[in-house]
C-alpha cells in the first residue's frame, strides 16, 4: 500500500512538473553580423544548427510581458490539439515588440522528412514548399500559423501566434510575414 501512495505521488509531481512547462522563455540564438536590416539568429537544434533571418522587430534577449499574447496553457491547448509528432525539443522564442502582432516558438523534431509531418494532419495546407509548408487555423482570437521546415536530420516547426484585427491584416500577416519570412528569405 505504501509503495502504491508512493506512485502515486510520483507520477501526479511528475504530471504537474511537465504540465507547468514554461515555453515563454529566452533561448540563446547567437547573431550572425550582415549589412541588412534583418537579423540572422543561428538555432541550436540537436542534429547541429540552422540560421534563420528574421525581421528586425523580433526580440530575443529578453522578455517583455507586455508583447506576449498567449499564455503557456494556451500554447498546450494549441499543441495538444494537433497531431502528435513523437518528442520534440523547444529550441525557440521570438516575438515583436508590438502588442498585436506575433510571438513565435520554435520545436525541433527528429523525423525523417516532411512526408511525416502531412501523414498526421487532416488539415490542408495553405501553401506548400518545396522545404516546407504552413498550416493556419484559428484558436481562440489568435490566427495559428503552423510552420514546418526540412532541416538537417529532422524538422523544425514554427507555431506563430497571431492577433489581427480583421480579415486583410490576417492575409497580409499570412502573406507578408509567414510566407515571406519563412520561406522566401529563408
Known amino acids: ?3 502504491q501512495i508512493l506512485l502515486f505521488l510520483l507520477m501526479t509531481s511528475v504530471g504537474f512538473l511537465s504540465s507547468c512547462a514554461s515555453y515563454i522563455n529566452v533561448f540563446e540564438t547567437n547573431i550572425v553580423p550582415n549589412d541588412s ?3 540572422s539568429r543561428v538555432i541550436e537544434v540537436p542534429s547541429g544548427s540552422v540560421t534563420m533571418q528574421f525581421f528586425g522587430d523580433y526580440c530575443f534577449e529578453n522578455i517583455k510581458k507586455d508583447f506576449i499574447l ?3 496553457r494556451e500554447v498546450r491547448k494549441i499543441i495538444s490539439k494537433t497531431p502528435e509528432l513523437g518528442q520534440g525539443k523547444q529550441v525557440l522564442f521570438t516575438y515583436t515588440d508590438l502588442p498585436d502582432y506575433n510571438n513565435v ?3 525541433y523534431y527528429p523525423l525523417e ?5 502531412k501523414k498526421r494532419y487532416t488539415l490542408k495546407p495553405y501553401k506548400e514548399h518545396f522545404n516546407g509548408m504552413i ?3 484559428m484558436h481562440s482570437d489568435y490566427t495559428v500559423a503552423d510552420v514546418f521546415k526540412q532541416v538537417n536530420g529532422g524538422i523544425i516547426r514554427f507555431l506563430i501566434i ?3 484585427t480583421g480579415e486583410l491584416q490576417r492575409q497580409a500577416f499570412l502573406d507578408n510575414e509567414i510566407n ?3 520561406f522566401v528569405r529563408n
Open 1 to 3: 500500500m505504501k509503495n
Open 135 to 137: 498550416y493556419v487555423y
Open 70 to 72: 498567449i499564455s503557456n
Open 180 to 182: 515571406e519570412l519563412y
Open 113 to 117: 522528412d516532411l512526408d511525416a509531418v
Open 37 to 39: 536590416a534583418m537579423q
Open 105 to 107: 516558438f520554435g520545436f
Open 162 to 164: 497571431s492577433k489581427q
